[in-house]
């Protein structure tokens, strides 16, 4: 489309060089195409060019312009295109006021979308609408409900059903059910019926909430009043379902959907792949996904990591292995989840070089690794002993550009103690602070319980008071591997004294 349109404004040059004088439809199709393909620049120039050769724009021309600057977010110079429509004498019509609200609200300009509002002669509902919706979106539900019940009802404009299925959204949105439910009341007295968007909008509110059974009722309500759940409702429901182990309840939703009229999509048979895979059902997890594609619904990456990641989980690599090549096989493309859950578990089966290797075939696919890829694979390799080969690459992804955080150098400072280099560890401790970063409990517990496993328990002692002056606040275990080695020296393992008497033992130690 990009080329057939800079072949179009070509023609158009040739036209002007040839002494063809280019008229104003002319302009305005090549105009509206270069906005929509996002060549706004292009198009201003047309729109100069226009005016030099003697052509008048319409105001379409205009909107076509003013809607591909706010696209791009570039709302301020389609706020001051509107304002040259003015001064040429041009009418600015709803679609002007509506694109430049729309744009507005959408960068979070809200305010600016009311002033704007408050200059358009005779607003609509449209207008309004979104202007409801900004202040719904930016967390103002206040100022959302006094703009329908100042604004739009002052104006003599009343209320339409996506007026209230904005403001239910918002309320839903601030966990406010009790309040949503009210105003589906609400609308139904102002001769407003509820439609499938209203009742799906509740019952995610209720799902997300955990609320099922409400969930239930609406979707009951539903069909009281002879309406019917669209995907995207049974979707919501299958899911929170799938999440709160009800799988079997989902496999009844999911039977239903073909009959009321609506086929399942690629997030209908993911929910329940995740569904049965956290429930263990492996095979029947397998047997639906096999089901998904002869229905000829195309698996994305999430449904293949939620298989992968399970097979992965029960230790079984070579099926997630297959699943893997399979995925690539379809034209499915890995991400960053996939490889992680890959490395871990060959890390975590002993295979680090072959987790190595996957890390930089991830890096080589353009998948820039975040701090979670680059600490599975330290943590790896410090589990099998290779802490200087962790350390060589910690320097090689802070030269590439990666941070290091706790995660990271608590794993080397274990590897480091495990080796019994616990001299190193206590550097690589001070530095990370000298590096303003703030060791956590699992640091302090690392160094407490190696240093306690060298006998070294009064280096521990120490270590804890020095913590806590920093503001560490120890947990159980921190406790548990002091008093139980202290009990071990002294002859007097207790485990009721471990469980009960921690606070007592601790100041006694001072």
């Keep these: 489309m990009v080329n057939e349109v800079d072949s179009a404004c070509s023609l158009l040059k040739d036209m002007t060089k040839h002494g063809c004088v280019p008229n104003s439809v002319v302009y305005q199709t090549l105009i509206h195409a270069l906005s929509k393909n996002n060549q706004v620049n292009e198009a201003l120039r047309l729109l100069e060019e226009m005016f030099l050769m003697g052509c008048t724009p319409d105001v379409q021309t205009f909107n076509d312009i003013i809607h591909g600057l706010c696209k791009v977010n570039r709302i301020h110079e389609a706020a001051r295109l509107v304002d040259r429509m003015l001064v040429r004498g041009f009418t600015p019509d709803d679609v002007t006021y509506g694109v430049l609200m ?15 509002l408050n200059k358009v002669p005779s607003p609509n509902i449209v207008l309004f609408n979104t202007l409801i919706n900004g202040y719904v979106m930016s967390g103002r539900f206040d100022e959302a409900k006094a703009v329908l019940y100042d604004g739009m009802l002052g104006n003599g404009c009343n209320p339409d059903v996506y007026t209230f299925n904005i403001l239910i959204h918002g309320l839903c949105k601030k966990g406010c059910l009790s309040s949503a439910r009210e105003l589906v009341s609400e609308m139904e007295i102002k001769g407003c019926k509820p439609n499938v968007i209203t009742y799906t909008i509740m019952i995610d509110g209720f799902c997300k909430e955990g609320q099922l059974e409400e969930a239930g009722d609406v979707l009951n309500e539903m069909s009281y009043k002879g309406l019917s759940l669209n995907t995207v409702g049974y979707n919501r429901l299958i899911s929170a379902l799938c999440k709160d182990g009800k799988v079997q309840e ?18 209908t048979f993911s929910s329940l792949i995740f569904g049965l895979c956290k429930v263990d059902q492996m095979e029947e997890a397998l047997g639906l996904y096999r089901d998904m594609l002869l229905e000829g619904v195309v698996a994305n990456t999430v449904t293949y990591n939620t298989l992968i990641n399970a097979f992965l989980t029960r230790g079984a690599i070579q099926e997630a292995l297959k699943l893997v090549n399979e995925m690539v096989f379809r034209g499915c493309p890995l991400d960053k989840i996939t490889y992680n859950g890959l490395i871990k578990a060959l890390c975590k089966a002993g295979a680090v070089e072959k987790a190595r290797g ?73 530095r990370l602070q000298a590096e303003g970063m703030c060791p956590d409990v699992i640091t302090y517990n690392t160094l407490i319980s190696w240093h306690c496993k060298q006998g070294m328990i009064d280096d521990a002692s120490l270590l804890l008071h020095r913590g806590v002056n920093n503001g560490l606040i120890p947990n159980h275990w921190t406790w548990y591997i002091l008093v139980s080695y202290l009990s071990k020296e002294r002859g007097e393992v207790n485990q009721s004294f471990i469980g009960i008497d921690r606070e007592e033992s601790y100041f006694s130690f001072f």
């Design 102 to 116: 729309h744009g507005l609200c959408r960068t979070g300009q809200v305010d600016e979308a009311r002033a704007l």
């Design 250 to 267: 989902a496999l009844k939703l999911f039977c239903e959907i073909s009959s009321k009229g609506c086929k399942p999509d690629v997030f």
């Design 358 to 430: 996957l890390f930089e075939e991830m890096m080589m696919k353009g998948l820039h690794p975040d701090s979670i890829s680059c600490n599975i694979l330290i943590n790896g390799m410090c589990r099998s002993g290779k802490v200087y080969d962790a350390l060589e690459f910690l320097r090689d992804m802070i030269h590439r550009g990666l941070m290091p955080d706790i995660v990271t150098y608590n794993s080397l400072i274990n590897g480091l103690c495990k080796m019994g280099n616990i001299c190193e560890a206590l550097n690589l401790f001070d």
